[in-house]
Nanobody, 125 residues
Framework: HVQLVESGGGSVQAGGSLRLSCASSHFTGNMFCVGWFRQAPGRPREGVAAIDSDGVTAYGDSVNGRFTISRDNERPTMYLQMNNLTPEDTAIYYC????????????????????WGRGTQVTVS
């Protein structure tokens, strides 16, 4: 059973920062990808950022330059540092895991990820 544990969501004023975390004992091995997706009410799920087992990263256009995805291999945990937040960033943020895939062809779609966390709410006012 693959479990993804997310944390770090909350409420912040526009211009502020938050850091999300996603932990799983399965973030090991030679080939995998971890992505962050978000979904706001009435809007489709959107890919935010991703990192793979080689350390390659990818970002959605709406967050590029403001968000940074990183990993701590010792824990192992993935982080999403979100800076200069705007109300348009308000959404539920989900961590997703795609074993056996990497980012060599670019950002993976939501359907490529087999395992998902429960989500954490981010609210920017």
């Amino acid at each position: 059973h693959v479990q993804l544990v997310e944390s770090g969501g909350g409420s912040v004023q526009a211009g502020g920062s938050l850091r999300l975390s996603c932990a799983s004992s399965h973030f090991t091995g030679n080939m995998f990808c971890v992505g962050w997706f978000r979904q706001a009410p009435g809007r489709p799920r959107e890919g935010v950022a991703a990192i793979d087992s080689d350390g390659v990263t990818a970002y959605g256009d709406s967050v590029n330059g403001r968000f940074t995805i990183s990993r701590d291999n010792e824990r192992p945990t993935m982080y999403l540092q979100m800076n200069n937040l705007t109300p348009e960033d308000t959404a539920i943020y989900y961590c997703a895991f795609a074993p056996g895939l990497t980012l060599w062809r670019g950002f993976l779609g939501a359907d490529d990820h087999k395992f998902w966390g429960r989500g954490t709410q981010v609210t920017v006012s």
